[in-house]
């Protein structure tokens, strides 16, 4: 069965520093990997995602991620934070069976980013 | 393009009362459609999904449950609430027959208090 690890529930950053939150996934088939991105009261909002080719990413914001499959991990990065960038980050894996396309989401990380 | 809606934003009710959210989609036809619940702190659960008019699946036992009268509406429901049915519930919905490489596109959310 497919799961999610996100390493750090919280994660504090200064303006125009790296931002690196973690995800470490597990899955029996190749993956395909999301990342979301939750603004204080507001649903997801879907940040990149990872399905075949290319191992690194982009997405919106400036965000990227790289599939490293010997790793089993697909870390989220950003090279400079913006105090936009402040809000909860959710890495989620599918789960396609059934005939259903389900996804399984990490506990999530909050990012904090102060000036 | 496509819209998700969900009603109402908020919700406090006591214990015991019955529950009724509603989640509606415009701009496509057929679509997949979920029910997610994020509890303070904690990641995403997937409650319900419906890949059609009257066909529910229930991820994990529950006070609650679901229905889909027509093709673009999608209820959450609770005869009697509990406390700990509080938390943050996000509809979303993904194209007709989605595979594994297909995004989720999410609601606005309600959050629900139970006291």
């Known amino acids: 069965a497919q799961s999610v690890t996100q390493l750090g529930s919280h994660v504090s950053v200064s303006e125009g520093a790296l931002v690196l939150l973690r995800c470490n996934y597990s899955?029996?088939?190749?993956?395909?990997l999301f990342w979301y991105v939750q603004y204080p009261n507001q649903g997801l909002q879907l940040l990149l995602k990872y399905t075949t080719g290319a191992t690194l990413v982009k997405g919106i914001n400036g965000f990227e991620a790289e599939f490293k499959k010997s790793e089993t991990s697909f870390h989220l990065t950003k090279p400079s934070a913006h105090m936009s960038d402040a809000a909860e980050y959710f890495c989620?894996?599918?789960?396609?069976?059934?005939?259903?396309?389900?996804?399984?989401f990490g506990a999530g990380t909050r990012l904090a980013v102060h000036p | 393009s496509q819209t998700i809606h969900q009603w109402p934003a908020t919700l406090v009710q006591p214990v015991g009362s019955p529950l009724s959210l509603e989640c509606t989609v415009e701009?496509?036809?057929?679509?997949?459609l979920y029910w997610y619940r994020q509890a303070a702190g904690r990641g995403l659960q997937l409650l319900f999904y419906s890949v059609g008019i009257g066909q529910i699946s229930s991820e994990v036992p529950q006070n609650l449950s679901a229905s889909r009268p027509q093709d673009r509406q999608f209820i959450l429901s609770s005869k009697k609430l509990l406390l700990s049915d509080s938390g943050f519930y996000l509809c979303?919905?993904?194209?007709?027959?989605?595979?594994?490489?297909?995004?989720?596109?999410f609601g606005p959310g309600t959050r629900l208090t139970v006291l």
């Open positions: 701009g496509t036809s057929n679509p997949n």
């Open positions: 989620a894996v599918t789960n396609f069976s059934g005939g259903y396309n389900k996804l399984i």
């Open positions: 899955s029996s088939v190749p993956p395909y």
């Open positions: 979303a919905w993904a194209p007709l027959g989605s595979g594994s490489t297909d995004t989720q596109y």
